[in-house]
Structures are given as C-alpha cells and as structure tokens.
Nanobody, 119 residues
Framework: QVQLVESGGGLAQAGGSLRLSCAAS????????MGWYRQAPGKQRELVAS???????NYVESVKGRFTISRDNAKNTVYLQMNSLKPEDTDVYFC?????????????WGQGTQVTVSS
C-alpha cells in the first residue's frame, strides 16, 4: 500500500522558516512528480511547488524566491524549504505525487500538515 507521510509543519513567526518533508513508501515502480499543495478552509487546493522526475520545478508566483522544493530520489522524499514566511502562508499543506505502482500513473495524497505563521 502506497503512503505519503508528511512532517515538518508547525508554528513559525513571520520572517521565519519551516521545512516540510514528504516520504513516499510502498511498492512504487516510478515517480513522475511530487509536490506540495495548500488549502484554506472553503477554498480549492492550490499548487505551491512541484518537482518532476527530471528535476524541473514549478512554483506559484506568491512563493517564488522564498520557497524551495527539492527531492531525494533514493529516498522517494520531497522537501519544501519555506523561508521568509508570511501570515498569508498559513494553510494546511498537502503532499501530492503522481506515481506508477503498476497499471499506470495515479495521484496520491498525504493527509496534510498545518503550517501557521504568526505576525
């Protein structure tokens, strides 16, 4: 059974930093992409940052220059280094991945981790 296990959320002050980690485990043949998404209550989940298997990254405009996504392919783990945090970064952050576990590419999600930035 495939799982995405997130860690690293919590409380930070504005201007501070947090690092999120997400490890994919299970019988995974291949990973197409991994990324981080966030969702506020009553709003749609939005992409924060993603990284493809070849290393190509993508960021939402509001985090460019502040957040960095990276990946350890040997550990099937993706990281999100969040610097210069702002109160508006407060959200539940979800790890998402497009994986092949046999039978083609499918989307998988972690359970989410709360990030709270105080002013």
């Amino acid at each position: 059974q495939v799982q995405l296990v997130e860690s690293g959320g919590g409380l930070a002050q504005a201007g501070g930093s947090l690092r999120l980690s997400c490890a994919a485990s299970g019988s995974i043949f291949s990973i197409l992409s991994m990324g981080w998404y966030r969702q506020a209550p009553g709003k749609q989940r939005e992409l924060v940052a993603s990284i493809r298997s070849g290393g190509t990254t993508n960021y939402v405009e509001s985090v460019k220059g502040r957040f960095t996504i990276s990946r350890d392919n040997a550990k099937n783990t993706v990281y999100l280094q969040m610097n210069s945090l702002k109160p508006e970064d407060t959200d539940v952050y979800f790890c998402g991945a497009v994986l092949d576990v046999g039978g083609g590419w499918k989307d998988y999600w972690g359970q989410g981790t709360q990030v709270t930035v105080s002013s």
